[in-house]
């Protein structure tokens, strides 16, 4: 019988399998909530893990449960209710919610957990499915310091660069910047990709010439090898989540008064191309949409000066 806590976890998708199947694997006793994608939830199973139906069960019988969901209303869900967290919620309990959520709802989660003794941890993450399963992951971590390093072992199960970036929600507010860093990279490199190619320079030379240079770096390589090589698979992270983390951004800066010109224009893309009808794909594809907006189409673009 393993002495390590038993621990649950709320949404075992692209990022959440790799991470249950790391904390199943370092030792923990996994306990699962299914959804509408069977597979993950039974290959976990079939590695040991338990599955529960509700939120209010997996938190009577566990002593730290992860939540990777897509947004804030997802999150306050599996919270509320008479099947929520906090009504099975037990003094010690430690919620790790590794949503990229809004700061606002992070503290008030906080403080309703608090009620019933239990701790809220926001550690969202960086990184792709690829080091989720190899619990290689990046984690911010909003909390304080005690519970910080009650948990620390437990997230180092599945993640392997690790900040403690302050109070709860500051791990939110940390994830904010860096996918308002990440999505204004995409837009901005979508955008020259199209003028690249609208002045003769193809999509090929700039990868090759920005990817050897200073100005190259982990995100533009996984960026290029959609727009260049046409990888669909180079970084599965869809459209509308990275909309609602930008449109949560610019919120996180209204509220503190901050000017934000750059990612209100990010926004704009996302918003765009969303509406449009294109929320599930995967946002390196925001380069063949705005080159659609240029007048041109990005597969046969791709094909020039490509080895």
Known sequence: MSDKVTVGFIGVGLMGHGMAKNLLEKGHPLVVKGNRNRAPVEDLVARGAEEVTTPREMA??????????????????????????????????IVVDCSTSDPNVTLALAAELSEKGGH???????????????????????????????????????????????????????????????????????????????????????????????MGNGFFDTFMSYAVDRNR???????????????????????????????????????QVEAQGHAEDYVPWIADHIARMNGLDLEEEAKKGRG
């Open 60 to 93: 009577e019988r566990c002593g730290v449960i992860h939540i990777c969901l897509s947004n804030a209303p997802q999150v306050q869900g599996v919270f509320h209710g008479p099947d929520g967290i906090l009504a099975g919620a037990k003094a010690g309990l």
């Open 233 to 271: 698979d180079a970084h599965m992270f869809s459209i509308a989540n990275a909309s609602k983390d930008v449109r949560y951004a610019n919120a996180m800066a209204a509220e503190a008064g901050a000017l934000t010109l750059m990612l209100s224009a990010t926004r704009q893309y996302f918003t």
């Open 120 to 214: 809220l941890v926001d550690a969202p993450l960086g990184r792709t499915p690829k080091e989720a399963e190899a619990g290689t992951l990046d984690a911010m971590v909003g909390a304080d310091p005690e519970v910080y390093e009650c948990i620390l072992p437990v997230i180092q199960c599945w993640a392997g660069n690790i900040n403690h970036v302050g109070p709860v929600g500051a791990g939110h507010k940390m994830k904010l910047i860096m996918n308002s860093i990440a999505m204004s990279y995409a837009a901005l490199y979508a955008e020259v990709t199209a003028l690249g190619a609208k002045v003769g320079i193809p999509p090929a030379t700039i990868q090759r010439v920005i990817g050897s240079s200073r």
